[in-house]
């Protein structure tokens, strides 16, 4: 009776031991995990990363899977979901708003170069030509929203409440609007095929790159403040994870910062730091 004791003893131990190494093992492997999957749109953020930021990874063992999106609110879904690893298409403003409403955990982890909103001409060719009641086109989702009024009170055609946040203004929070202007707030991605029905459009950096609208055409951009850059964003879970460390390490690496220099045709604005 007692030999079976000790014997039952033993292979408690033996489980105990292997459970505990077992897990050990599963750390190890999510600490060197190398095949990473990204949601991706077509736009600069997820070129730039391909062309600028993956062969620094590769050269480290690392894969990825690129996995296409047809709007962003789907490719954080995912990303929460846990089904990619990454993305790198939206800024502080838009995450935080997705997280709020979406009841999200992903978290953001380093700025990377950003393309700045920009007024462009509609039917005006000339921020001089503004006169009482012009139509402009700005986006209706709220963070990029708020970057068109922020711009428009930066080149002073109306005034916003000083008491709200500017990451998150809407039409609402206009005080003064002199010249009686009349906004129409609509899908980004609709505005550039529009732009003529308009006397003047705020667009966004992806929209911009993909209308094919030439960046140095913009008659005045944004300043890009802190929640407005774009970000490498994970899930809460993995924000320690060595490969998002990797990922972080090449957005900031020498290597890159060489690849902006050479390919940056003043579409980019990059972060301090970068």
């Known amino acids: 009776m007692k030999f079976k004791k000790l014997l039952a003893l033993g292979a408690a131990l033996v489980f105990s031991v292997a459970f505990i190494a077992g897990c050990g093992s599963n750390n190890s492997d999510n600490g060197a995990k190398k095949e990473l999957s990204y949601s991706k749109s077509q736009g600069p953020y997820s070129e730039l990363f391909e062309k600028g930021v993956k062969p620094i990874l590769e050269k480290q063992g690392y894969t990825f899977k690129g996995v296409d999106m047809s709007d962003l609110v789907q490719a954080d879904q995912v990303l929460s979901d846990g089904e990619v690893d990454f993305n790198v ?9 997705f997280n709020e409403k979406q009841n999200g955990h992903l978290v953001a982890l380093t ?8 007024i462009f001409s509609g039917s005006k060719t000339s921020l001089d030509q503004v006169a009482d009641g012009d139509t402009i086109a700005v986006p209706n989702d709220a963070s990029n929203m708020a970057r068109a009024y922020a711009l428009l009170q930066k080149i002073g055609w109306i005034k916003l409440d000083p008491n709200k946040d500017l990451a998150t203004v809407t039409q609402a929070d206009i005080i003064e609007n002199p010249k009686h ?52 964003v994970v899930n809460e879970k993995n924000k320690d994870a060595q490969w998002a460390k990797d990922i972080v390490a090449a957005y900031h690496s020498q290597e890159f910062k060489d690849y902006m220099e050479k390919n940056n045709n003043g579409l980019w604005f990059v972060p301090k730091g970068e």
């Not at 700025?111 to 920009?118: K, N």
């Not at 095929?193 to 944004?222: C, H, M, Q, W």
Request: glycine letters at 2%; aromatic letters at 8%.
């Open 89 to 97: 298409e939206q800024h502080t403003a838009y995450m935080k708003n």
């Open 111 to 118: 700025p990377i170069p950003t393309v700045p909103a920009g």
């Open 181 to 232: 202007l009349k906004f129409t707030e609509m899908k980004s991605l609709t505005i550039p095929s529009v732009r003529t029905d308009f006397d003047y459009i705020v667009i966004t950096g992806a929209i911009i790159y993909n209308a094919k609208i030439d960046p140095k055409t913009a008659l005045a951009n944004e300043d890009v403040l802190p929640q407005w850059l774009l970000q490498v």
